[in-house]
Nanobody
Framework: QVQLVESGGDLVQPGGSLRLSCAASGSIFSVSAMGWHRQAPGKQREFVAVITPGGYTNYAESVKGRFTISRDNDKSTVYLQMNSLTPEDTAVYYC???????????WGQGTQVTVSN
């Protein structure tokens, strides 16, 4: 069983920065692709970023150049550094783990990010 716990969400002003963390329990972290998705009120959940076990990264166009995903396999933690935040980034951010055997993804409970004056 894998559990994912996100933290770091907060209220921040436009132009500000936040770093989200996702701590994973279980032994599959180091062999799983880890990602972040987000869901704004009234909208579908959307992809934000992903990082493979080898460190390859991919980002949604809307966050390229502003967000950086990273992972620390020793700590079983994945991070999302978010800079130059705008109100359009307001959402609940979810961490996910994509196991290498093709089984169902694991999801965290989400952390709220609000960008507002």
């Amino acid at each position: 069983q894998v559990q994912l716990v996100e933290s770091g969400g907060d209220l921040v002003q436009p132009g500000g920065s936040l770093r989200l963390s996702c701590a994973a329990s279980g032994s599959i972290f180091s062999v799983s692709a880890m990602g972040w998705h987000r869901q704004a009120p009234g909208k579908q959940r959307e992809f934000v970023a992903v990082i493979t076990p080898g460190g390859y990264t991919n980002y949604a166009e809307s966050v390229k150049g502003r967000f950086t995903i990273s992972r620390d396999n020793d700590k079983s933690t994945v991070y999302l550094q978010m800079n130059s935040l705008t109100p359009e980034d307001t959402a609940v951010y979810y961490c996910n783990a994509d196991p290498p055997d093709g089984s169902s993804w694991y999801w965290g409970q989400g952390t709220q990010v609000t960008v507002s004056n």
